[in-house]
Each structure stands twice: as C-alpha cells, then as structure tokens.
C-alpha cells in the first residue's frame, strides 16, 4: 500500500509519561506531535505539568479535548485509557491503543481463568479479597490462634477454617485454580501458613509483585502493606493473587499486534527486573516453542476481548519439561528496557502506527541488527529532587520517563526514581552488550546508578536457559556457553 506522507499529518499523544520517548520518535515524521499527561488534581502542581516540556519535537498541551478532532491520529500506548480509547473509536477516530483489551494487565484473576480456557498451563492460583486474610494465609491459623491464646491447639482452628470455606465458595473456581487433589493441601496451608509462592495485587500502585519464602522471611513486606492500607474497609476489599512458584527460566516476547495477530518480525529476550534486557530479532515462527506458543494462545484471547493495536509483552517461566506459564501479560509497551529498544530498533514505527490504528498490518522492519541491550537506571535523589542528565553517547541510544528539557538540557521531574534507560546493537549479542556499555560510560547524573555489570545477570539467565532448559537465544553453534 502507498505510504502516507506524514509531514502534513498531525499527532494527538496521551500518555503518563512514561512513552515520551516513543511521541520524540513519531515527531520526527510527523508535523506536529502533541503530548499530553494527567496533571490536574485538587492540588494541582507545576511538576507533572512539565512533562514532555520542550522535549525533541513534542508539543507539551494542557488539555487534549480540543485537540481530538484536529489531529490526523490519536496515539494512546500505555494502559489505563482503556475506555477512552474506545469511546474515541466509536467517534470515528483513528485511534491506535489497547482498549478494552488492557484488562489482561488488570484484571489479574480474570486473565487466570482466560488463559486455563485456552490451554496454557496454569499453576495453582488462589485469590483473596482482604489484607487480613492474605496474613493469616502466610501466617496460619494455628499460629495465629496460638499468639492469641497461648495455647497449641484450640477448637476455634476448625471454626476458622469453616468460615474461610464458606467465604470462599468451598475455593470454587471463582476462588482456585487448581487440581481438586490441590484443594486438601490449600487447606492445609490456611492452617499451617503457606509457603513458596507469589503474591500480587490487582494495581501495581498497591505493591509490585513479592516472593514469600515463608510468613517470617515476609513480614517486612507485610508490615508495609498494613501501614499502606492500614486495617480500613479498603483493606478488606482488596484483592491478592498469590501463585505457587515455578522453578525455571524467563523468557518472554515482545511483538506488536493488530487485531489480535502479533506481527513479524518480532523480538523476544530474557530480562532480570529493574536491571536490563537481552533480546533477538526473529520470525515470529522462529521464537522457542513456548515463547510462540504462550503467544499464539493470547492472540486467541485478545481477539475475543476487543480489536486493539498495541505493543504486546509476554512474561513466561519455562518448566524443566518445557511448560511454558504466564505470569504476566502485558497489552502495550513494556518498559523501561523492552520499549526503549523497540523506538530505536523498529524503524518504520510510524507507518506501523498509522495504519495499525485502521487495523491494516504492516511488516516490522529493522535495523541491521539481529541483537539487542538495555539496561536502566535509576536514581533514589530523584524521588524528592529534579535530576539533570548529562551524557555524551548518541543521543538515540539513551531513552528517558518522565523528562523534559531545560535550556537544552534533559532533566527528570522530581517523584520518579526511573531516569532513563542505555540501549545498545549488534550482530553478536556480545556486540550489542558491548556496545551498552560503551555507552553507559558516557552517561552521568547525581547519585544516578548506571550499571552496565547488570547484563551478567542477564547472561547467567541465558546460559541457564541453554544449559539446563534448551532454550537458545543465540543458535545453537554460537551459545554464551560456548563463548563461555
């Protein structure tokens, strides 16, 4: 199809700041490109407000509704816009964004059951509405009841739990996911306190996802959330997914969908959390079997949900006999690494954009780079100051949040400690690696930590994959074992 010319179209871009990057990168094809972040509330300030503020080609706007019907598209990347971008459909407008389709990143419990539905493995998942009980789970009624009363055993133990079967529908599907055979040993856990598993809540807001070894090793995180939530009503409405821990590896890919259909080429890579990113360019049907099947299942779904166009990450852990399991999907742009590399390493990201919003597919197209590395970097003065950063790499290789520019300088507003991420290519996944760190020595900023060293990590999940797994970012007669 012919491409448009898009220096004589126009860009409408509503974000939380945390896609700037993505809007720098539409404004170098478009007219004008503007950028737009929430900022009102009943104690507006200045700070959010300077989001995007002189940022490489953006127009930073305060309000956007009267924008909407001028621009030529409206890009909505991030969830959270789920009914806006809807409703902007069913006015006619080219819209490119999730919609209701977010509700996989969500709605947590919801996507439990979604993915059972279509196949995928799923390990046994409980769901708990209120801090208290999340507590007593971990804890256990027996000894919660001892500290109580001081005594080891009491009739009150079997009460509980008969009241905690009843509240929980006898741990029907509305509240387990799992074997009927599982369902004696998740009674024994609420008696005895359970161990090994995943918690989660319904907002990252409210906490990040956490490990519980045991209630003991936990308690810090416990006594956080009961200072956070405290014991009002809103603590006892509060919904927990906690999950049995998989033993294995990590991978997860990293597409762009139309209408439920992920495009190709694509990505995929393994990533340790707030550290970095590892990842190859590939067909979609070249991706590990897990990887493109996990993938190929939500494709099933997000056709049932909504038509959307959106970035699209998965996050999988891959058993010892190569089950792949969900753990989170995630309908846009997945940052701070993944998405910083994909505005740089796609390169007709625009054209994707345009005609994805009208649900038309365009084949991804790449630099001349196979693989890719990311690292990101934070810093803890940031949470109560502005943060200038100084860098000297080319500026296409370092990719900011929640930034704008003073006086030709980029800076980061004060309430968010994730600065900006370090990106780097190559033909060799050493190549790109080295090419991050490269990079990485050129950036600098007050108390920013810039650590390059955490892509041994990354690589320690590789071999792990290749060796144990037979997972193989790179062929199989290149490995980082053998570099190794």
Known sequence: MPLENFKQKSVLFLD???????????????????????????????TELKIGKDFDGVIRIEDWEPHKKKVDIIVIPDSGFGTTV?????????????????????DRWKMKKLQKAVG??????????????????????????????GLEKTDFEKKILAYLYKKYEKFSENYFIGDNADKGKLLTEW????????????FRGTIETFYVDNYEGALSKFQKLVKDLG?????????????????????????IQINGDFLSPTMWGFEVKGLGYCGVKCDFEEMPKPVKEVSEKLEIILRKISPTANFFSTELIIDKEGRPYLIDPCPRMALPTVGAIQTEFITNLPEIIWYGAERKRIEPKFLPYKYCAAISCDSQWANQNELEISFKCPRNRIKFRKAYKKEEKYCSVEGFTSICSIIGFGNTLDEAIEEVKENAEKVSGYELQVLPEALEKVKEEIFKAEKEYGIYLEKPEDTYEKRK
């Open 120 to 149: 995928l493995p799923t390990q046994n998942t409980l769901r708990i509405i209120s801090l208290d009980d999340l507590i007593l789970y971990f804890k256990g009624i027996k000894q919660t009841l001892k500290e109580l009363s």
């Open 231 to 255: 014991h009002s009503e809103n603590s006892r409405e509060i919904e927990f997914v906690i999950e049995d821990r998989i033993e294995g590896v990590e991978p997860g890919g990293d597409h």
């Open 16 to 46: 939380y700041g945390l896609d700037l990057e993505l809007a720098a990168k539409l404004a170098e094809s478009f007219e004008r490109v503007y950028y737009w972040t929430p900022w009102k509330s009943a104690f507006s300030s200045y």
């Open 86 to 106: 809807d409703d902007l459909r069913e006015q006619g407008l080219r819209v490119w964004g999730t919609g209701k389709a977010e509700t996989m990143e969500f």
């Open 191 to 202: 008696l005895g306190g359970a161990k090994d598993k995943y918690v989660k809540s319904k």
